[in-house]
């Protein structure tokens, strides 16, 4: 089982060469499923909508996609209001409000979208997870084999490091943490444009950097490869080197029960 995590794309400020280089390692990679956190878009514009359907369809596997608040309108505020969705519909041909799921043999990968219209503080790039999106994750988990790997995929972080504090959580992170507990395997993210991975409340959470855009925040682009076989499960970060992606560090996670906890 080899799931690629992508995420923060920006099509719009993507570096073209960094793209097709990513194309290439992932061929080489051959994952069983891309899981794309978000931010597709720079500003949700039609031509940026094209070409990151343009790159989806270039992929080597299946590929469970998400939106991020870079994918809603961003001060074209009637649009943002009336239509917000519109432009992802249209491309991405995908519900952005309900949850999107994809299956394999040992797989159950459940899709939500925590980018919201508005919030009420003044920083309407933060995200949310809801009660009705965390029905439809547990009723994916339900109904799947006891045995196959549980993960969601979502925008915005369920774990910060220091470096991202200024970010935020996903609103509701607690109550969804209380809900995918000792359900869930795996929460993956973008939106900080940082890689790290870690454990919460006995959950394997991988954040993945941007991808190929120029919005770097430190540290170079980056993707992560997880590769899980029955209670191990691995996070290697990819990065982008100059001239292509390479490991830079590789996390091993050991299950305990229903518990995840790193290796030594
Ligand atoms: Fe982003
Ligand atoms: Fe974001």
């Known amino acids: 089982m080899r799931i690629a995590q992508i995420s923060d794309l920006h099509f719009g400020r993507d570096v073209a060469a960094v793209a097709r280089s990513l194309l290439a390692d992932l061929c080489d990679a051959a994952p069983t499923m891309v899981a794309v956190c978000g ?14 359907r343009a790159f989806l369809d270039e992929l080597p596997a299946p590929a469970l996609v998400v939106p991020g608040n870079h994918d809603l309108p961003g001060w074209r505020v009637w649009s943002r209001f009336t239509r917000p969705w519109r432009p992802w519909r249209l491309h ?20 939500v979208n925590t980018a919201r219209q508005w919030g009420p503080h003044p920083d309407w790039s933060r ?13 994916a988990f339900d ?15 369920f774990l910060l490091t ?14 969804a943490l209380r809900h995918l507990r000792r359900r869930a395997d795996l929460l993956l993210g973008g939106h900080i444009h940082l890689a790290y991975s870690g454990v919460v409340d006995g959950l394997v959470v991988a954040q993945s950097g941007t991808a190929f855009s120029d919005r770097l925040k430190g540290e170079p682009n980056s993707y992560n490869l997880i590769e ?25 996670y050991v299950r305990d029960g229903h518990e995840w906890r790193p290796t030594p």
């Open 127 to 139: 995200g949310r997870i809801d009660a009705r999106q965390l029905a439809a994750i547990g009723a």
């Open 228 to 252: 899980a076989d029955g209670d191990r499960l691995s996070v290697s970060t990819r990065r982008w080197d100059g001239a292509r992606f390479d490991t830079h560090l590789r996390t091993d």
């Open 92 to 111: 991405l041909s995908t519900d952005p409000y309900g949850a999107v799921s994809h299956t394999a043999d040992g797989l159950v990968a459940v899709g």
């Open 39 to 52: 931010d597709l878009t720079q500003r949700a514009r039609p031509a940026e909508f094209r070409a990151a």
């Open 162 to 175: 220091p470096p991202g504090r200024n970010r935020g959580l996903v609103g509701r992170s607690k109550l």
């Open 143 to 157: 109904e799947a084999p006891s045995d196959d790997l549980r993960v969601v995929v979502a925008h915005h972080p």
